[in-house]
């Protein structure tokens, strides 16, 4: 996977996640808004960072190869 389709695809899904957080504190005390970041935001946010560090480590191995 290209990493800038990688950002593309996170930016969706958290801004989507925000909309969804932004639109629920009219409704919903801070106890549910903070279940529901984490149960939203957090993990995509998570997966992001680990599938980085992943192509970063996977970038360093195949420049290690090369040489």
């Known amino acids: 996977m290209n ?9 969706h899904k958290l801004s989507v996640a925000c ?3 932004r639109n629920l ?3 919903l005390n801070a106890d549910i808004l ?3 970041y984490f149960a939203y935001f957090q993990p995509v946010l998570e997966y992001g960072i680990f599938f980085g560090e992943i ?3 996977r ?8 040489e």
Do not use: D, G, P, V
């Not at 970038?59 to 290690?64: A, I, Q, R, V």
């Open 55 to 57: 192509q970063h480590m």
């Open 25 to 27: 504190t009219h409704t």
């Open 59 to 66: 970038n360093k191995y195949l420049n290690y190869k090369k």
């Open 3 to 11: 990493w800038k389709i990688h950002i593309e695809q996170i930016s």
């Open 19 to 21: 909309f969804m957080i």
């Open 34 to 36: 903070r279940m529901a």
